[in-house]
């Protein structure tokens, strides 16, 4: 099984194959919990700002790319990209999970989150 990872360069490169950004140590890099959505935001001198969400969508890992305009406004989609699973391995973007390893992660998981 191929799961999604992402690093703040490694999501920096992809995302600048997209839109035009500044200098990496002017962007945000956020990874949930879960490991299973990964962000890169950043704001541009004219006040614009930019949300990059690497996640997976129906099984397929895509980039969706928001932007935001003015303090009040609410951030609004711009572009969906559906990724290619070959570039995303070359580039290092991805994992691969054993089934065995995935049984002990579920498992761990389920207890966890269980109620008594």
Same mark, same amino acid.
């Given at each position: 099984?191929?799961?999604?990872?992402?690093?703040?360069?490694?999501?920096?490169?992809?995302?600048?194959?997209?839109?035009?950004?500044?200098?990496?140590?002017?962007?945000?890099?956020?990874?949930?919990?879960?490991?299973?959505?990964?962000?890169?935001?950043?704001?541009?001198?004219?006040? !614009?700002?930019?949300?990059?969400?690497?996640?997976?969508? &129906?099984?397929?890992?895509?980039? =969706? %790319? +928001?932007?935001?305009?003015?303090?009040?406004?609410?951030?609004?989609?711009?572009? !969906?990209?559906?990724?290619?699973?070959?570039?995303?391995? &070359?580039?290092?973007?991805?994992? =691969? %999970? +054993?089934?065995?390893?995935?049984?002990?992660?579920?498992?761990?998981?389920?207890?966890?989150?269980?109620?008594?």
């Amino acid at each position: 099984m191929i799961w999604i990872k992402a690093n703040k360069a490694r999501l920096y490169k992809l995302v600048a194959e997209y839109v035009s950004m500044p200098m990496m140590k002017l962007t945000n890099f956020i990874e949930t919990p879960s490991g299973i959505c990964y962000y890169l935001g950043w704001s541009m001198p004219n006040g !614009v700002r930019y949300r990059a969400c690497y996640t997976v969508m &129906n099984g397929a890992p895509v980039l =969706v %790319i +928001q932007v935001k305009n003015g303090c009040k406004a609410s951030f609004k989609e711009v572009a !969906v990209h559906k990724l290619d699973i070959d570039n995303l391995i &070359n580039i290092g973007l991805t994992k =691969v %999970i +054993q089934r065995e390893s995935l049984k002990k992660t579920i498992l761990l998981n389920q207890q966890l989150f269980s109620i008594d």
